[in-house]
T-cell receptor, first 114, second 114 residues
Framework: AQSVTQPDIHITVSEGASLELRCNYS??????LFWYVQSPGQGLQLLLK??????LVQGIKGFEAEFKRSQSSFNLRKPSVHWSDAAEYFC????????????FGPGTSLSVIP | DTGVSQNPRHKITKRGQNVTFRCDPI?????LYWYRQTLGQGPEFLTY????????KSRLLSDRFSAERPKGSFSTLEIQRTEQGDSAMYLC????????????FGDGTRLSIL
């Protein structure tokens, strides 16, 4: 069955430090991959997406992610974290079904120390 | 693009009551999705519309839940005879047709059952 795992439930980093959030997926084919961010009480905002081509994708707010087929991973990175980046981050897999089903991971909560 | 709008933002009701939520998608989006999100979890798919047709329903959607999208515009999600376990954030998302098109989310309706 298709699934998305985010091994880190919660991560704390200092402001200005680099960040990497891990995401692994299980799917028989190359999926579409997304990272979303959710602030408390808000909906999800798309950070970036991977469909094909260059495996390193750039997103909004200085985020980037790298697709590694051999590891079934799509890790999110940012070179320097800002206090406003504190939020919940969700990795999602888009499956090529008739209605473009999207499966979300459980999320990683990011705290930023000033 | 005014974004996906959901009303109400919060709903508190007694167990056994019926509730109805509304979602107004981005105007040119013909696909509309409902998700449920509980604390510490990613969104779980409930149902999906393409225009006015409801094409897919999750097993999570018991017979107490019903969704409509008349005329392919706004959508409503009704929960009858609410139970404690229905307490959650209900998210609506919309997208244009195409298997690689990202979903755009509203800010959700938080339901609390007393």
């Amino acid at each position: 069955a298709q699934s998305v795992t985010q091994p880190d439930i919660h991560i704390t980093v200092s402001e200005g430090a680099s960040l990497e959030l891990r995401c692994n997926y299980s799917y028989g084919a190359t999926p579409y991959l997304f990272w979303y961010v959710q602030s408390p009480g808000q909906g999800l905002q798309l950070l970036l997406k991977y469909f094909s081509g260059d495996t390193l994708v750039q997103g909004i707010k200085g985020f980037e992610a790298e697709f590694k087929r051999s590891q079934s991973s799509f890790n999110l990175r940012k070179p320097s974290v800002h206090w406003s980046d504190a939020a919940e981050y969700f990795c999602a897999v888009g499956l090529k079904t008739s209605y473009d089903k999207v499966i979300f991971g459980p999320g990683t909560s990011l705290s930023v120390i000033p | 693009d005014t974004g996906v709008s959901q009303n109400p933002r919060h709903k508190i009701t007694k167990r056994g009551q019926n509730v109805t939520f509304r979602c107004d998608p981005i105007s040119e989006h013909n696909r509309l999705y409902w998700y449920r999100q509980t604390l510490g979890q990613g969104p779980e798919f409930l149902t999906y519309f393409q225009n006015e047709a409801q094409l897919e329903k999750s097993r999570l959607l018991s017979d107490r839940f019903s969704a409509e999208r008349p005329k392919g515009s706004f959508s409503t999600l009704e929960i009858q005879r609410t139970e404690q376990g229905d307490s959650a954030m209900y998210l609506c998302a919309s997208s244009v047709m195409g298997s690689n098109q990202p979903q755009h989310f509203g800010d959700g309706t938080r339901l609390s059952i007393l």
